[in-house]
């Protein structure tokens, strides 16, 4: 797990629509328009919630690998989380900073900070929840970690990472893909459960896409396999 370690020590069915309407005595409201009802939000203050769909597992195997990938996800995606805080610092730090000694100074302060807190828990990954993360830091910050290291690095230091991670066929380049790729599809599922179970703290995604348009394709396909069987 060393190329995870080295990037952290550098770094709804129902969507209400709201709009802003000025009252007489000039006090700005907010109101949720509801099927043409309107209600002022400083009567409710609701946070938006996906209304999720029942999975169906075709068989007991099927739903065991769900549950592995479950336990697996919910143990890094507070990496991920943690990835996309420290980058943001990072850049708005340095984006106050002027000369190169001075950039070079903190980035080196808070690699001393990271290694300290996290290098320990990093090296405890498996290969497939290094795999997991690696999505993961794309959701979370919009960008893979190869690309995240040659910004940081160079180019020739994040290609020999990930021609390393590929002997734990780990791939640095790997980008989240919920709509595609099936495992991406129940990842979001995962943390979208999570998330208004409150287990875990959720953290907008910078990359977009549709829960409900990938999740009903999904399922769609899930009821046409089992309709052929």
Do not use: C
Not at 8 to 20: D, E, G, T
Not at 62 to 87: F, H, N, S
């Amino acid at each position: 797990m060393k190329h995870l370690i080295y990037l952290f020590l550098f770094i709804p069915l129902l969507v209400v629509s709201q709009k802003r309407v000025i009252e007489q005595d000039t006090t700005e409201v907010e109101y949720y328009y509801i099927e043409g009802d309107s209600i002022p939000k400083k009567i409710i203050d609701l946070d938006e919630v996906l209304i999720l769909n029942k999975l169906k597992f075709k068989n007991k195997d099927e739903r065991i690998k769900y549950l592995i990938l479950k336990r697996k996800t919910l143990k890094v995606y507070p990496y991920a989380k943690l990835a996309a805080e420290r980058l943001t610092t990072l850049n708005e730090r340095l984006a106050t900073l002027e000369k190169k000694r001075d950039k070079k100074r903190y980035a080196k302060k808070i690699q001393r900070y990271i290694e300290d807190e996290f290098s320990a828990e990093l090296k405890k990954l498996t290969r497939t929840e290094g795999q997991i993360l690696v999505k993961l830091i794309h959701r979370q910050t919009g960008k893979t970690t190869f690309e995240l290291i040659k910004e940081l690095r160079n180019g020739w230091r994040a290609f020999w990472f990930n021609s390393t991670a590929k002997l734990f066929d780990i791939s640095l380049k790997r980008e989240f893909d919920p709509m595609h790729v099936k495992e991406d599809f129940y990842i979001e599922d995962i943390l979208e459960r999570a998330f208004q179970n409150r287990k875990l703290e959720r953290q907008k995604p910078a990359i977009e896409f549709d829960f409900y348009e990938i999740s009903d394709k999904w399922l769609e396909e899930k009821s046409e396999e089992i309709i052929k069987e």
